[in-house]
């Protein structure tokens, strides 16, 4: 059936072609038009309590978009007339930047912290500076005084050693321009900043902002892996149409792939530009096996184009076949988990794994069928020659290692260890970020140091919030409930985690002092319902809509408490979690109920929640596919189970490397693992069938073994050294720490799944000589290898190893 569809699309070829271009047109006009852009609702699974909390709270208690600005004076306090000048001006800047939510803007300048105080003339709530900044040192001097003695602005807004304040403002989801946002910030802020004045910016949006500004490096960084793995093809394949076919399969099957995403209406988020690039792999590395085995096939049989292309087309197709469609069913199974961002960039790898189907296994074979020149002529000589000799004497090596008496035993021996170390060692992988800051960017980057000064100066800016939703209106009036949520967070305040927390009680609290001439011993809670009202009234009086919504809603039935984290890593998270649901549990609240959690630390400890319950679940889901692709396409159980052992090695160790040097399982890094399945076992699906193929001709296992090394083996290696190279690229240049991280990462999973492939694979099929590769009788068995200097392939043993041209 193969070789009737590879003669059928050889004799079509015309026509094939014809369509080809005028398809990959048409699809080149609608990925011109694919946006580029990243949503932060794409980021938060769907139907989890924390995401349900956070979008039914996020409009009044702050919601993922929270960005923080701080400014930070060098020498003295911020006590300075140009310093509150600078708060005032940024704060009223904000108004102007398009998505900012007005009533969620909150810094000294603005009307919503205030001083309430009680005198002979009654009871004065006015805020701390606003409308005018202070004139005089006199009012200055006022001014710090009620600052410091207002517990709800002195740690919060204005640092313990008043040399800094901070700003906070929250942004609408569908108005926030992410792609302008960080310039907008650093053009309001860049008038006030000077070698006295420090200003700091972090938040989610402002980290999406700055991921989008890397997008002429990112494409920089591309355009130079295209043109090293050119370069790298030229020297290893060793003529032209071994760099430019593969690179064209490459370019086409993307420009099918993304012309069919941008018809669907998806956008591609800037987080998946290098998973793209772990995609178009697949298309290299197939089209690398297709035109070695066409050279081979010419020079063996000394056949014509179109002869070699059929051969080459029915032989290879099943095992290109199979690996593409257990790449795409290994990335489909990421679809399982219930994150918008995950499942479309499953979506968009299966689909580019998909179009490879035509555009890799079909497409190079119809070129390869137009080559009419010997492969002698189409030789390149700006390469070094030891290249293609050291190739083949590592390949011999290799082989004289698996096919010595132990030496099967050895290398499932040392593959046991190492599985074992790296299962081991893998079990200290983190679940969500590793290490403070943004892992987008790299420690040492400006936005890390921004957040890594407000975590010192404000113990912590990772806001996360405790919605406390009441049964009826005015539940956040009840002594009862005030008490028991100011003793939530006395609690709150004891672990170790949280910096710093604040909630309506601390309002009725600091109110109750205020009009007691700041004695603290009346910071308690009204005894009856209309003392907290009359308390809260207090607070409000001389305010604008919106001032307590941050606290309460309208009819102060639902409230939340605000927590600031001291950072967002994953153990810290989940710390703090389990910590509230322990205490939510032990301690039950009559007439409302606590519930988790909102802010962008909710969204992340929700995120981090599903695939810490889906990891092992995507993973063994992956192994099932791998499994029932390998089974059905030998028909074999034993070829389902024979190349996980590629596979688990490949995982193990790349999970003992992340647990090793601090790279955490999350939303970047979680698509790389499911697609490790595919890198780990496609190579050594050509290592097999070429052992099948010349064990139908030889009779002989172990020359067989060679003789797979020898061709399919050189393409695995041209294939690996090419992508691990221009992965490496990412590692070395980009200064987006989340790019790098995944190009290593990649890098180090084919520089394993070649390793096995070329080590285990021959070794397995020699120790347990599995039924599916030795099962039919060879077609022609001879003592010896047949030797044809025109169709061989030579080792440094001086034996010989080729393709019959009869069967080849």
């Avoid at 790298?232 to 060793?238: F, G, I, K, S, W």
């Avoid at 710390?575 to 322990?582: F, G, M, Q, S, V």
């Avoid at 549990?585 to 909102?598: K, N, R, S």
Wanted: charged residues 15%; neutral net charge.
């Amino acid at each position: 059936m193969l070789n009737a569809f590879a003669q059928w699309s050889i004799r079509h070829r015309r026509i094939l072609m014809a369509l080809t271009v005028l398809m990959t047109i048409g699809f080149l006009w609608s990925a011109t038009r694919l946006e580029i852009g990243t949503e932060f609702s794409d980021l938060q699974p769907s139907g989890h309590s924390y995401i349900d909390t956070n979008n039914r709270f996020k409009a009044g208690f702050g919601s993922e978009n929270l960005v923080s600005i701080m400014l930070e004076v060098n020498e003295g306090d911020l006590f300075e007339p140009d310093v509150l000048a600078a708060i005032k001006g940024i704060t009223d800047g904000l108004r102007k930047i398009p998505g900012v939510n007005p009533l969620q803007i909150t810094s000294l300048a603005s009307k919503k912290l205030k001083s309430i105080r009680a005198s002979t003339y009654g009871i004065e709530s006015q805020p701390l500076m606003w409308p005018d900044l202070p004139s005089t040192p006199r009012e200055i001097a006022e001014l710090r005084s009620q600052v410091i003695g207002n517990p709800l602005v002195h740690g919060r807004y204005v640092s313990r050693d008043l040399t800094a304040a901070l700003i906070t403002v929250d942004f609408f989801d569908h108005l926030i321009d992410t792609e302008s946002l960080a310039n907008d910030v650093k053009q309001l802020t860049e008038p006030y900043r000077s070698p006295t004045l420090q200003v700091r910016v972090v938040g989610e949006p402002v980290i999406n902002s700055l991921v989008l500004q890397k997008l002429p490096e990112t494409m920089r960084i591309s355009l130079a892996i295209v043109g090293a793995v050119a370069v790298l093809l030229l020297l290893a394949m060793r003529t032209y149409r071994g760099m430019l076919l593969p690179l064209t399969a490459a370019l086409v099957s993307g420009i099918w792939a993304l012309g069919i995403v941008s018809l669907l209406g998806f956008s591609l988020n800037p987080l998946a530009i290098v998973i793209s690039f772990v995609v178009s792999a697949r298309a290299l590395s197939h089209a690398v096996q297709f035109t070695s085995a066409f050279e081979q096939e010419r020079l063996a049989g000394n056949l014509e184009p179109e002869s070699a292309a059929v051969a080459v087309l029915s032989k290879l197709f099943r095992p290109g076949m199979l690996g593409l469609a257990t790449d795409a069913g290994a990335i489909l199974v990421v679809a399982a988990t219930p994150i918008p961002f995950l499942q479309k960039v499953a979506l968009i790898g299966t689909i580019w794994i998909g179009v490879m189907l035509f555009c890799v296994l079909t497409l190079v074979p119809l070129l390869l069928s137009w080559v009419n020149a010997p492969v002698e002529r189409a030789r390149v000589r700006v390469y070094n020659r030891d290249t293609n000799a050291l190739m083949e004497r590592g390949l011999s090596r290799i082989a004289d290692m698996v096919n010595h008496r132990r030496g099967p035993a050895v290398v499932l021996g040392a593959c046991v260890l190492l599985m074992l170390a790296t299962a081991y060692y893998a079990q200290g992988i983190q679940i969500g970020d590793a290490s403070p800051g943004s892992t987008v960017f790299w420690q040492d980057s400006e936005y890390n140091q921004d957040a890594a000064a407000i975590t010192q100066r404000f113990l912590g800016a990772d806001h996360l919030f405790v919605a406390v939703a009441g049964d009826e209106p005015d539940t956040l009036k009840q002594p009862a409930v005030l008490q028991h949520m100011s003793d939530f967070q006395r609690e709150i305040g004891l672990f170790p985690e949280v910096a710093a927390n604040v909630s309506i009680a601390d309002i009725v609290r600091q109110v109750n002092v205020s009009l007691h001439e700041g004695n603290p011993r009346f910071a308690d809670i009204g005894k009856v319902p209309e003392i907290n009202s009359e308390l809260i009234y207090t607070y409000l009086a001389s305010s604008d809509p919106g001032d307590i919504e941050r606290y309460a809603d309208t009819d102060y039935s639902n409230g939340a408490i605000h927590l600031l984290l001291t950072d967002k890593r994953g153990d810290t998270i989940r710390n703090t979690i389990a910590r509230l649901e322990d205490y939510i549990t032990d301690h039950p609240l009559e007439g409302a109920q606590y519930q988790l959690a909102g802010g962008v630390v909710g969204v992340i400890a929700a995120v981090n929640q599903v695939i810490l319950s889906t990891q092992v679940q995507s993973i063994a889901l992956a192994l099932l596919v791998l499994f029932l692709f390998c089974a059905l396409a030998y028909r074999s159980p034993q070829a389902g189970l024979f190349f996980l052992p590629l596979v688990l090695i490949s995982n193990l160790s790349t999970f003992a490397f992340m647990a090793h040097y601090g790279i955490g399982l999350n939303i970047n890094t979680l698509p790389v693992a499911a697609l490790g399945i595919g890198l780990g076992v496609d190579y050594g699906f050509y290592i097999v069938d070429r052992v099948r193929e010349r064990y139908l001709v030889s009779g002989d296992l172990r020359n067989s073994v060679r003789f797979a090394l020898a061709t399919a083996g050189r393409g695995v290696l041209i294939t690996a050294a090419t992508m691990i190279t221009s992965m490496l690229f990412w590692f070395a240049f980009s200064s987006l720490r989340f790019q790098a991280e995944m190009g290593l990462l990649i890098a180090l999973w084919m520089a394993v799944s070649a390793l096995t492939a070329l080590v285990l694979i021959p070794a397995l099929i020699l120790m347990f000589k599995p039924r599916f590769i030795v099962m039919q009788p060879p077609i022609e068995a001879k003592s010896t290898p047949p030797t044809d200097t025109a169709g061989s392939a030579s080792f440094g043993d001086n034996k010989t190893v080729m393709c019959n041209p009869k069967t080849s």
